[in-house]
């Protein structure tokens, strides 16, 4: 019995875990007779120490022919080189010299790498029918510097060149870009390599949100060399030329010149991607160590796939070359997103700086440095613009011979378009705007320091006309003649000061009001404009948009004289109507005295009060009572309603108002007495003391109103009427 409960726990330890209904409580594994593929991304052999970073490596990426590959796969094989006696080594293997269909190698801060490559490959010849002078560039792996002591941001392509002694083409390019490196101490670095490759400082938010030094912007470099072998062909003969690869006898015992041996060079082809960064490490390239672009070369066959012609090998090269070179400018065009990313916290915080107080001049200097900045970093980017055309005709020059479907670069043009919009847009418009408006504010806050200044000087002028006419009767009495050989008493003194006073006074307020009149200006015109409008709306029984009117009788001597002043003042000849005169007058005519007659004119509007009967009525009727006042008013309320009436019409556009009532009996009986001034300019009692009814039909208005322009410059409708309207209304009723 034990027996057995051993063998069923031991069988129920060996099974599926089930539930209580005796399914399995994970479902049966499906049978697969297909292996999973593997994947193909590849490990390093080894990790790099923190101390090896900074002692410059190369990588060396070979595409292995079909013949030496297994059936349908593509061999690539890779290998790391930290020494020369590395790079040696791998070319005193013949087996991996003559396997590579196309060869890569990515050289990152090893000049040791850089000098030996050069002479495998012929790229420093000293002969114009193979060489050129992309050596001696390579050699600069940093920004140039100009007279300014300022790296000089450069970039170059080289013409397509061949070569028919070793049967290949060949075409290079070299360009400069730009690196952030976060700094580690607050204050800027002072060493002379620092300062000879740094281009710029950045702004940004330390831990504490506030803003801060925290990036130096540093020049490097990129180069490339593409090597492409062409089809076999015969060397042509007959011409007087010798080859560059020929040992020269007469020289072999001088050795004053180096001349390759043709066998010893690399003539397959290749791809050299030269790279230098600012702080030694092979992780601040633009294309860094091990990073996903050298992990995607390492197995650039299978993303090329059966999406393009690899039946052969050279169509297998050109197919990796044309993605290589992709990557490449893809990269460059990385390195500028992400600077680009790194200046905009830069922007924003010059923008707080400057939006905060734009008047501040301290903060022109840094503003300026900015621009300057900026517009060498947009020329950098029209340069890479350049680049990029220059690279796509050179390399469709090089690989003539082949029919290549796809385009050299194909997306790189308008990636770098993209980026010269986002300079243009993010860091030069914004920095301009800043600039005019600094340069807007200060010349505000200049405008407003001259303002102030006039002012005191124009009181310093007051001072000065008051004391002159004193400063005149002192030096006139402290003269030596004979009229005050007896000292006169100080009385006359104080007796010809005030008539003196009083003549310069009068002479310049005569003076001044002569100008104010003669000088007028559509400013000073304008404002009269709205203040006949305004008065006009508020007082219409009194005034019209073109001035007082002219049958208005006020009550009492005081109102009269009153309104006598104000037709004096107001008078359209000398306000809407006055002649334009010079526009570029800084005399406006506003005065103190200008805006103290404005201010009567409203005030004294505001008072005057209409007489009911004229002169002549007055005296025959001062033995009326109560009953006469009354009806005067009654007259005056219907006056001034039909005043007001005409005034709607008037401003509604209509010319001419012809008025047609149509009445029943007894629904008007008020006795209307309208006194209104006569053309000969006397007073015209007009209306009866008895109430009758209107006529139907009988046309009643202004003939004569209508619309017109005050002058020239006048944006105001102004009304011009008869003075006699009211007398022409009776005589129609």
């Known amino acids: 019995m034990y027996d057995n409960e051993q063998q069923e726990k031991a069988e129920a330890d060996a099974s599926p875990a089930k539930r209580r209904d005796g399914r399995s409580l994970y479902p049966p594994k499906q049978k697969s007779w297909h292996r999973r593929p593997r994947s193909p991304g590849l490990n390093w052999y080894k990790e790099y120490a923190p101390q090896k970073l900074k002692e410059g490596r190369v990588l ?18 890779a290998l790391e080189i930290d020494s020369i006696e590395g790079l040696r080594q791998f070319y005193a ?18 000049p040791w790498a850089t000098l030996f490559l050069l002479k495998k490959f012929s790229i420093n010849a000293s002969d114009d029918l193979v060489g050129s002078d ?104 007959g011409l007087d030329i010798a080859s560059p690869y020929e040992e020269n006898k007469e020289l072999a015992n001088t050795r004053q010149k180096y001349t390759p041996n043709i066998d010893a060079l690399d003539n397959g082809n290749a791809i050299l991607i030269f790279e230098n960064s600012h702080s030694e490490s092979i992780e601040d390239t633009m294309i860094p160590a091990r990073a996903a672009m050298e992990s995607r070369w390492r197995r650039l066959p299978f993303y090329i796939g059966t999406s393009a012609d690899v039946s052969t090998d050279d169509r297998m090269a050109l197919q990796c070359m044309r993605m290589i070179i992709q990557d490449v400018w893809k990269s460059v065009a990385e390195s500028w997103g992400i600077f680009l990313d790194t200046t905009h916290t830069h922007i924003s915080i010059l923008e707080d700086k400057i939006y905060e107080q734009p008047a501040d001049e301290s903060r022109a200097p840094e503003l300026w440095s900015n621009s300057d900045v900026w517009l060498r970093v947009e020329r950098l980017v029209y340069i890479h613009v350049d680049l990029v055309r220059e690279c796509q005709i050179n390399l469709r020059d090089l690989t003539d011979d082949a029919s290549i479907t796809e385009p050299w670069m194909e997306s790189s043009p308008g990636d770098f378009e993209r980026i010269t919009n986002l300079v243009n847009e993010d860091l030069v418009k914004p920095t301009d705007k800043l600039a005019d408006l600094m340069y807007k504010s200060v010349g505000i806050r200049d405008s407003r320091h001259s303002l102030q200044l006039s002012m005191s000087m124009w009181r310093l002028s007051w001072i000065t006309f008051i004391f002159l006419p004193l400063t005149f009767i002192s030096g006139f009495f402290g003269m030596n003649v004979d009229t005050f050989q007896h000292n006169p008493s100080i009385k006359w003194y104080f007796i010809s000061t005030a008539p003196m006073m009083l003549a310069v006074f009068s002479s310049w307020y005569i003076l001044k009001n002569y100008l104010e009149q003669s000088r007028q200006t559509p400013y000073s015109r304008g404002i009269y404009e709205h203040l006949f409008w305004e008065l006009a709306s508020q007082y219409p029984t009194l005034w019209s948009r073109s001035g007082p009117r002219q049958y208005v009788v006020p009550q009492g001597y005081i109102s009269k004289l009153k309104w006598w002043l104000i037709r004096q003042w107001s008078r359209p000849e000398d306000t809407i109507r006055a002649g334009s005169g010079d526009e570029d007058n800084l005399f406006d005519g506003l005065s103190t005295w200008s805006r103290f007659k404005r201010y009567l004119l409203r005030r004294w509007t505001s008072e005057i009060r209409l007489s009911g009967t004229s002169n002549s009525e007055t005296s025959n009727s001062s033995t009326l009572g109560n009953e006469k006042d009354h009806e005067i008013s009654l007259n005056s309320v219907v006056a001034e309603g039909i005043v007001e009436a005409n005034e709607v019409l008037t401003a509604s556009g209509v010319g001419g108002v012809n008025v047609s009532s149509r009445m029943e009996s007894g629904m008007l009986r008020v006795p209307v007495t309208t006194k209104v001034q006569s053309p000969t300019g006397g007073i015209v009692a007009t209306g009866s003391g008895s109430p009758r009814r209107p006529r139907s039909g009988i046309s009643a208005g202004r003939p004569s109103s209508k619309g017109s322009s005050t002058g020239r410059n006048s944006g105001f409708m102004v009304e011009e009427e008869r003075p006699n309207w009211l007398e022409l209304m009776r005589e129609h009723s």
Request: charged fraction near 30%.
């Open 93 to 110: 293997n013949p087996t991996r010299r003559s396997e590579a269909v196309l060869r890569l190698f990515h050289v990152q801060n090893a």
């Open 134 to 237: 992309f050596g001696r560039y390579l050699k600069s792996q940093r920004g140039e510097r100009g007279k300014s002591r300022r790296p000089f941001l450069t970039g170059k392509t080289w013409e397509t060149q061949r070569d028919v002694w070793r049967q290949l083409g060949k075409t290079s390019f070299g360009l400069d870009y730009l690196k952030p490196y976060r700094v580690t101490s607050p204050a800027p670095s002072t060493s002379e390599t620092d300062l000879k490759c740094k281009v710029m400082e950045l702004n940004s938010y330390d831990e504490e949100d506030n803003p801060a030094y925290a990036y130096d912007v540093y020049v490097q470099r990129l180069s490339c060399y593409i090597q492409h072998q062409e089809p076999a062909s015969e060397i042509p003969t």
């Open 60 to 77: 060396v990426i070979d595409y292995v022919k079909q013949d030496l590959s297994k059936e349908g796969t593509r061999k690539v094989a």
